[in-house]
């Protein structure tokens, strides 16, 4: 879900309240879960809370179990033991009759609470009266209580511990998506009074599979929405469940449907028929997941006769509603070659799963733990994977032929590990409507650095996707290309709605993948091996991303003039060789006569009318530029709208409309027509909002219209965003625009003395925490700025910078230590993990009591690895008060899951320590797999 879609509302700092939670636990023949399940909930930290449990067990394992200490023993605690109940809901039925609290925690009998969870919870239902449900994100585990993986959104950008969202947004995000983003039962909290239909009375309102995500929805009907960013609880994964089976797949398909359907006809959430066909359209995506359920009798996982047929008449009818027919059934082989890229597996395995039948993974070597990625994947994929190991031999064709040889469905979709689809779910759908005589597809490669927020750098068409046939195979060590019977295979479509995010090309890892692709190509060259005319291009894109822009010349024009056609055409050798001269500093003049030559001869390549109108305004050719650049935007918009030539738009020119309405709006006004300069320069923000050039005509744009240029700048920025407020501090200091100063870069650079002494020393630390974040890169920027902000510190901070700049001769001293002690504090909310390590490290030029101070400041903060860290440095003598040390200790031990913490406590308690959480702690330990203890015994050892 896009965080872009949901409108957050101002957070308040929570206070613990004193209301009532009931946590409801419903449990069935589980006993083992269930303790477990129950031990979280009597460990958690919150009072005043009662446990209800409600068993309809065929056995009487569980009641045994309940009947004996400390069960038995514990006041919080009522059992219910519901022999009679047959059904679900009619177990769950006497909670309602039992429940005295004013919050409500289910939860159910395999899932885990985390410690803190009830806590942290009901303090924002305290201090939020809007909001009306309480969620976190959460932990997926296995039937042994491994971690496969979290369930996390990624894409919200938390600035704190919770964010708030509107219900209604969120509520029409999860209707959109057909996705349950909120969770199980267990992830949850809410106030007794908010809910209008107890959880379990859904199935009467005809919601029996998705009873919680219309429980979720009801609640955000009339309020909004909390959620935490760090996993709270655990949801465990077995075959046991209701979920995994197939005829409740099916039946929980119909009920999305009806929901969406509610929804719609009821104008929450989902307003007219557009939000209406959206959500439809995610029903027609799942259908590829489903289809083998529904459609194969003889399918390990096949609908029943009675659900197949309901399913596909619920389906008959969305696809009439959207004017579409339903999908034919195609099977996908997505295929990867790799070695060391366990960091990228799980996205790009995730990700393929969105249209594939199979995984065909080749593993060259990996000693990275790639093999644990996969295995750990392979646990919660109902697709099968074929992996094959073997040995690297500097030969890309030959490994990928592996791969194809393996591959047994109708089309392959291969992508490298740094490559996935934009929008996978849209794949199978694509492939499926296809005629049979089409053979391959061209989708669009778009190069982004993913070291610089995504900023694209070019793209360019490439076959990805091919029909299955034994006959087509790889040839080529580096740079690899399919053939057909020894030619190149004839790709009759090109698809601009697959395309593809490559991150090969981000700043920190171009270097050496080009110094490899070099070293094979001129291997290739020198053996004989390819054509060297097809490797001129090759060897041109190596040298220009290694700066040798005279031989990435040479070798572009050789292609040029040599090379074969292509799938990807020669337009990006002429963008290459155009970058080159740039790079060689070539004439103006020059670069201009080369882009206009090459755009004659190809006047539907739109980077060339791009380059040319760009360079033609450069050489003052003005009218001649505005005319270029016009019909080069007029003609972007009809490619970006499906009604240009594929191959078009499947090119790099969508990367140049920002330079293209900056460069246009600069001639209007120049021309002083600041009413057409507007619109493109908006245009320009939009696509690279980090353009100074850019964003400095805005301002002048606005000046020369009236406007406020500071009101219009929520438009394209928010304030709550590091990256943007950094940005804005930047120009304001490259740009030198002094007059915005004051509200774009407060924090940075006070002008004088006298002003940081008017608005307090309560700036200080914040002035020290962009001084220490911005580093070497601030101080080479602008040195004097630096300095001059640098003087307005105490000395000790002072010092601090000088130590973290590595200056010569700097160095910190005991009377630092108060003056460092404040910088964590500046830094401790504000720093990325790795610039506080390398604070924290600053650490061991002070005494012991120090470091245990800057360890307590760590932990309070939920630094726990870099708290145990600097606990571990101070020396016997510099203790303290020992109860309270051994307590501290433990603690970060517990939450990084060592059974050394109980050690910790027992120290404690030996040294007065009365702190009354211990024995919650102790309790959840108890809970701990054995294995996990095991392994935690060896680590303190």
Not at 182 to 206: C, M, N, T
Not at 280 to 286: A, E, F, K, Q, S
Not at 588 to 606: G, I, M, S, T, V
Request: glycine share 6%; hydrophobic share 45%; aromatic share 8%.
């Amino acid at each position: 879900m896009a965080a872009s879609n949901v409108k957050r509302q101002k957070r308040q700092k929570p206070e613990a309240g004193k209301h009532l939670i009931s946590v409801l636990i419903p449990t069935y023949n589980a006993p083992e879960f269930f303790r477990i399940a129950l031990e979280s909930a009597r460990a958690q930290d919150y009072a005043p809370m009662e446990i209800i449990v409600c068993d309809n067990s065929t056995d009487d394992r569980t009641e045994r179990m309940m009947n004996a200490a400390p069960y038995r023993d514990d006041p919080r605690i009522r059992y219910v033991r519901n022999r009679d109940a047959k059904t679900k809901e009619e177990n769950f039925a006497p909670f309602e009759h039992l429940v005295r609290g004013d919050y409500i925690q289910w939860l159910m009998h395999d899932d885990v609470l985390y410690p803190g969870k009830l806590t942290k919870m009901a303090a924002v239902l305290d201090a939020h009266p809007e909001v009306t449900l309480v969620a976190s994100q959460r932990d997926i585990i296995d039937e042994d209580g491994n971690v496969l993986n979290s369930w996390l959104q990624s894409d919200f950008a938390f600035e704190s511990e919770y964010e708030i969202f509107t219900g209604e947004s969120f509520g029409a995000n999860m209707l959109k998506r057909m996705a349950n983003f909120i969770g199980e039962p267990s992830v949850v909290l809410f106030r007794r009074k908010d809910q209008r239909h107890p959880y379990y009375h859904a199935e009467s309102r005809g919601y029996k599979r998705i009873s919680d995500v219309a429980m979720w929805l009801e609640l955000m009907e009339t309020g909004d929405f909390a959620l935490f960013r760090a996993p709270l609880s655990a949801f465990r994964v077995h075959a046991e469940q209701e979920g995994q089976q197939p005829d409740v797949v099916a039946e929980s398909r119909l009920e999305w449907q009806r929901l969406i359907e509610d929804y719609y006809r009821r104008d929450i959430f989902l307003h007219g028929k557009d939000d209406y066909h959206e959500a439809l359209r995610v029903l027609m995506v799942d259908y590829r997941r489903t289809r083998r359920s529904c459609c194969d009798p003889t399918a390990v996982h096949a609908f029943s006769p009675a659900w197949r047929e309901r399913y596909l008449a619920m389906m008959d009818g969305v696809a009439r509603e959207l004017g579409m027919p339903l999908p034919a059934d195609v099977t996908i082989s997505a295929c990867l070659i790799y070695r060391n890229e366990a960091p990228r597996l799980p996205a790009w395995l995730t990700s393929a799963t969105e249209f594939c039948d199979e995984f065909v993974l080749v593993d060259t070597g990996s000693t990275d733990g790639s093999a644990d990625a996969v295995n750990m994947f392979a646990k919660t994929t109902p697709a099968p994977i074929k992996s094959i190991q073997t040995p690297w031999q500097d030969d890309f064709a030959a490994v990928r032929n592996l791969a194809l040889d393996a591959a047994s469905c109708d089309w392959i979709v291969f992508l490298d590990a740094d490559e996935t689809f934009v929008h996978p779910e849209a794949v199978w759908a694509t492939l499926a409507q296809l005629p049979d005589t089409v053979l391959g597809v061209c989708v669009p490669i778009i190069n982004v650095d993913e070291d610089a927020g995504d900023h694209e750098i070019s793209r360019f068409p490439a076959l990805r996707i091919w029909r299955n046939a034994k006959n087509r195979r790889y040839i080529g060590r580096v740079h690899e290309m399919l053939v057909e019977d020894g030619q190149p295979l004839a790709v009759t479509c090109t698809d601009p709605r697959l395309a593809v995010r490559h991150t090969g090309y981000s700043t920190k890892r171009l270097h050496a993948k080009i110094q490899r692709d070099l070293a094979l190509i001129e291997y290739a060259v020198a053996h004989g091996e390819r054509d060297a005319r097809q490797m001129h291009r090759y060897l041109a894109d190596c040298y220009y991303g290694l700066g040798d822009y005279r031989r990435a010349l040479e070798a572009a024009m050789k292609a040029i003039e040599e090379e074969p056609e292509t799938v990807a055409g020669k337009q990006p050798l002429y963008v290459l060789v155009l970058e080159a001269m740039k790079g060689l500093e070539r004439p103006k003049e020059e670069q201009l006569a080369f882009a206009r030559a090459a755009h004659q001869e190809h006047p539907d390549w739109l980077d060339l009318a791009e380059a040319e109108g760009v360079l033609a305004a450069a050489c003052g050719e003005r009218a001649a530029a505005k005319a270029t650049l016009t019909a080069f935007l007029t003609a972007l918009d009809a490619a970006e709208a499906g009604e240009g030539p594929a191959l078009q738009q499947a090119t790099g020119a969508a990367a140049r409309r920002g330079e293209a309405c900056r460069t246009l709006a600069a001639l209007h006004l120049e021309d002083g027509d600041a009413a057409s300069a507007v619109p493109l320069l908006r245009q320009a923000l939009a696509r690279s909002r980090y353009d100074e050039a850019a964003l400095t005509l805005w301002e002048a744009a606005c000046r020369a219209r009236g406007t406020a240029f500071l009101a219009s700048l929520e438009g394209f920025y928010d304030e709550k965003k590091a990256e943007d407020r950094a940005f804005l501090r930047g120009w304001v200091i490259h740009e030198g625009q002094a007059a915005y100063r004051e509200a774009l870069a407060p924090d940075l650079v006070p002008v004088t003395c006298d002003e940081a002494v008017q608005r307090g020393a309560a700036e200080l630390p914040v002035l020290f925490a962009a001084l220490f974040l911005g580093g070497e890169g601030l101080y080479a920027r602008n040195p004097l700025i630096y300095q001059h902000s640098a003087r307005l510190l105490p000395d000790g901070l002072r010092h601090i910078l000088a130590v973290h700049l590595q200056r010569p001769d700097a160095a910190l001293v005991p009377e630092d230590a108060d003056a460092y002690l404040t910088g964590l504090d500046a830094l401790v909310q504000r720093a990325s993990d790795g610039a506080l390590a390398s604070y924290a490290k600053l650490a061991e030029a002070f005494d012991g009591a120090t470091v245990r101070q800057a360890a307590e400041r760590l932990a309070a903060h939920e630094h726990w690895a870099l708290a145990f860290s600097l606990f571990q440095q101070v020396a016997a003598d510099d203790i303290g008060d020992a109860a309270a040390f051994w307590h501290s200790v433990g603690l970060c031990l517990y939450h990084l899951h060592e059974v050394a913490a109980d050690e910790c406590f027992a120290r404690a308690e030996a040294a007065g320590c009365t702190a009354r959480d211990i024995a919650s702690y102790r309790a959840w330990m108890a809970a701990w797999p054995q294995e996990s203890q095991e392994a935690g015994e060896e680590a303190a050892r």
